[in-house]
């Protein structure tokens, strides 16, 4: 396990007075913010940034910190001594408490709260909730999946102390899901207390991106290449949809970014989605005699001027 | 648990929160909840506080309204001001990615 320093992380001096780490913890709140910033280890940053702050900012915590510090450096291979916290008593992790699944190992290690709390025997809590992402692709949302997340959980050891777990959670997707929908596993967050029932965990779905596929809501939208004769004349064309091949009726007369829809083909549901199937013509390469010959008999017998509407 | 074994959850909308549910769910007292639906923030309830449901949309508001409060000290008013711009920009985003064009 490394050595965190926390004061580097929040770029502040070892003697900064609480209201500096308070507005190092705002400036740095602002900057990784996962909503709003483009770093592209935002969210990771921010994890960082609140397990610094949720020590630093606390009093108890940060002078038990400090008497560890002086001795280390980040990245440092890391135990706490035994016994290091003699003296000192964490009231609890109230004001982070939703949080403090997402901290290191380190964190865990030092203030982990399944250690201290073990000895309450009368005590009773629920394990905390615990939040996390799932990576699905378009086609799980059709279809329904099994997917594998990994987590860290924490967990006590033979000899009571804290560690962090590894586990594996097979989730079943369900079919129609959609992107920003929750799943809610029950009893998968945090151990519970005392006997207490153990916390829930969320997953929030998110789609892979896909270059073929646009989502909005359960609609799918699908750009399909056409032939300018198809476009033209008309044409049945078989398009490969995340529900599957179809055979398509791409009407006469249609330009580029005509809209096909396809009811129902979109994200199953109750209503299901729409598929859009947006046309895009291609032109074929002008690199042959009989190619460039065809171009130019066109040019020359359909009298076609593209810029009518510009008035040229 | 064995390994293997496939965990099958609820879809937050078709299996609703409950009041207790969503305040655990963020880490935050009820009355945190009930305060926030009251004042037309969060939510869009008009029962009694027993029988308030809420889903995927309301679990992510709630959340990003408990950690700008928490992290900016701000007030509960100016959180819920930046949550519906984040909210918006997020509709606007999907929209130009469903029309196939990106913003950096």
């Known amino acids: 396990m490394e050595f965190k320093d926390y ?3 929040l770029g502040v001096e070892k003697t900064a007075p609480a209201d500096e780490i308070k507005k190092a913890y705002r400036k740095l709140a602002r900057k990784y913010h996962p909503d709003v910033s483009k770093e592209p280890d935002a969210e990771k940053r921010m994890k960082e940034v609140n397990e610094a702050n949720a020590v630093l900012s606390d009093p108890e915590k940060r002078a038990a910190y400090d008497q560890l510090g002086s001795r280390w450096q980040t990245g440092q291979d890391f135990q706490p001594p035994p016994g290091w916290d003699a003296g000192f008593e964490f009231s609890g992790d109230g004001a982070h408490g939703g949080q403090a699944a997402d901290f290191s190992d380190f964190f865990a290690s030092l203030f982990g709260r399944a250690g201290r709390d073990s000895g309450t025997r009368d005590y009773q809590m629920r394990g905390g909730d615990h939040h996390a992402r799932i990576l699905i692709d378009l086609a799980d ?3 329904g999946a099994t997917r594998t997340i990994a987590l860290r959980a924490a967990k006590l050891d033979a000899s009571g102390r804290v560690v962090t777990e590894k586990r594996n959670l ?3 997707v ?9 799943i809610r596993l029950a009893g998968q967050g945090s151990p519970g207390m005392g006997g207490g029932p153990a916390g829930d965990l969320y997953l929030e779905v998110q789609f892979s991106p896909d270059s073929r596929y646009r989502v909005e809501g ?5 750009t399909v290449p056409v032939a300018p004769w198809e476009a033209a004349l008309g044409a049945t064309v078989e398009v490969p949809t995340p529900s599957g091949n179809v055979q398509v009726k791409v009407p006469a007369g249609s330009q580029a970014g005509r809209k096909l829809r396809l009811k129902g083909r979109g994200i199953p549901g109750n209503p299901a989605g729409e598929l859009y199937l947006v046309l895009e013509v291609v032109l074929p390469p002008a690199d042959t005699d009989k190619a460039r010959q065809i171009y130019q008999s066109m040019a020359r017998d359909l009298a076609f001027n593209p810029r009518q509407k510009l008035g040229v | 648990m064995a390994q293997d074994d496939i965990l099958a959850g609820f879809v937050l909308d078709e299996v609703a929160l409950s009041l207790e549910d969503l305040a655990r769910a963020c880490a935050v007292e009820p ?3 009930v305060e926030r639906v009251e004042a037309g923030l969060l939510g869009s309830v008009s029962l009694k506080a027993v029988e308030w449901r809420f889903v995927s949309a309301d679990l992510a508001r709630a959340r990003r309204l408990a950690a700008l409060e928490r992290d900016f000290d701000a007030n509960q008013e100016l959180a819920a001001l930046v949550v519906d711009l984040i909210e918006e920009v997020g509709r606007l985003r999907q929209r130009l990615k469903a029309a196939g064009l990106t913003v950096d």
Do not use: L, S
């Open chain 1, 141 to 143: 949302a059709y279809h």
């Open chain 1, 7 to 9: 004061y580097q992380v």
């Open chain 1, 174 to 182: 369900p079919k129609g899901v959609k992107e920003g929908q929750h």
């Open chain 2, 31 to 33: 009355q945190w909840i």
């Open chain 1, 170 to 172: 097979n989730v079943q």
């Open chain 1, 218 to 222: 359960r609609d799918v939208y699908q």
